[in-house]
């Protein structure tokens, strides 16, 4: 089983910055990859980056050059920094991670939610104009 929580969000006005945190915990195992997905009021879930153990990210193509996945292995928890928010941005954000039969500390799925099964309960981000 693996928990995940996620903090960090709010509301800012767009052109602003925001980092998000997800604390993630697993006793026995931590090689997981971990994912965010947002979900935009009325839209479906948006895998938006993912990143291996051991530091390969994926992103999708709408955020390159705006967020930044990262990762502290020793925390055991995984970052969001979004820059040059715009209102198009305002989402209930998740982090992610896929089933145990694809944990691999080189291995991410590709950024379809539904190849992840461990969800946070979310944070939600919300930009002004």
């Known amino acids: 089983q693996v928990k995940l929580t996620e903090s960090g969000g709010g509301s800012v006005q767009a052109g602003g910055s925001l980092k998000l945190s997800c604390a993630s915990s697993?006793?026995?195992?931590?090689?997981?990859?971990l994912a965010w997905v947002r979900q935009a009021p009325g839209k479906e879930r948006e895998g938006v980056a993912s990143?291996?153990?051991?530091?390969?990210?994926r992103y999708a193509d709408s955020v390159k050059g705006q967020f930044t996945i990262s990762r502290d292995n020793a925390k055991n928890t995984l970052y969001l920094q979004i820059i040059n928010m715009t209102p198009e941005d305002t989402a209930m954000y998740f982090c992610?991670?896929?089933?145990?039969?694809?944990?691999?500390?080189?291995?991410?799925?590709?950024?379809?939610?539904?190849?992840?099964?461990?969800w946070g309960q979310g944070t939600q981000v919300t930009v002004s104009s």
């Open positions: 992610a991670a896929p089933p145990r039969n694809y944990w691999s500390p080189t291995y991410c799925p590709d950024l379809s939610p539904y190849k992840y099964v461990y």
């Open positions: 697993q006793i026995t195992d931590t090689n997981y990859c």
């Open positions: 990143i291996t153990v051991v530091g390969g990210t």
